[in-house]
């Protein structure tokens, strides 16, 4: 029985801790990337949190039995307690980080400032198909 | 009634003898559609000036090129080129289970391939292009097909 393919969610997260990381070491120690559930006041900042939200299957074959591709969707929202320009300092290389991997982004313009906590949204689409390198 | 899941389109090397289709068959392409391998029927016009209308008798089928889209896949793809120019049995299998149980034609013609548009929001496609030379025949309950990887098939003169 064919598996559906890549567990492209995990490439996604370790390439943004792994970039994030390189890039925001001395600036902001404490940075984390996340997958938890909704956030209601992160324990660190900057906290990058990473949602995949759609998984659409597409090009459906006559044979019917495996997945030949996908649109998926990431929805990555940037929480900082000092400044809007930190969340949308690590917001910009979240879209720098996703454009690598040739995902299409959409820069919600929603800004909260609520209680000191500032946040950025994004989200990001691209097809996959089965045999793509991210 | 069936959808169209698991309809096949299987091929072999040609065989003169060309009334049996019994023997090794090989899947030749994923297909997304599987155009019909026959054309359609036209007609002849038989009308005379004694008639108010024009009045037509069944006449022959169209030719037919089947234009079958699929996944861009290496082995399928280099496997279709070795095939160009070369004499081929073709075998279409319609039913959900993927042997024909609705309806079997063979055939005998040539394929072609060729890589379709590259687009970034589509997987990758190529089209075979098969030459229909000769009259499907409908062979549904004369042959019995098997397969155990979804790939080779074995086609059985029924009982």
Redesign the interface.
Known sequence: MAKPFMDYESIVVTRLTYYLEQEYSARFPDLQVVTDDLITRPSRWPTVWVRAIQNVERDRELEGDRIVGVTATFQIEVYDNASQENAKDVGDSVTAIMKSMAFDGIQLPEKDSVSSVWRVIGRYRRYIAADDVL | MAS?????ILYRTHNDETTNWAGSWTMLI?????PSPLGERNSIDVSTLEDEQEVTEPGRRASVTMSVQ??MEKDYLDAMVQLADTKLDFLVLYGTE?LGSIAKYAFTGFVDVNPDEAD?????TMTANIAVSTVPVKITDDYTVTTTD?KAFTVTAAG
């Open positions: 169209g899941l698991k309809s096949r994923r297909p997304k559609t599987l699929g996944a993927g970034a929001d589509e997987h990758l979804g």
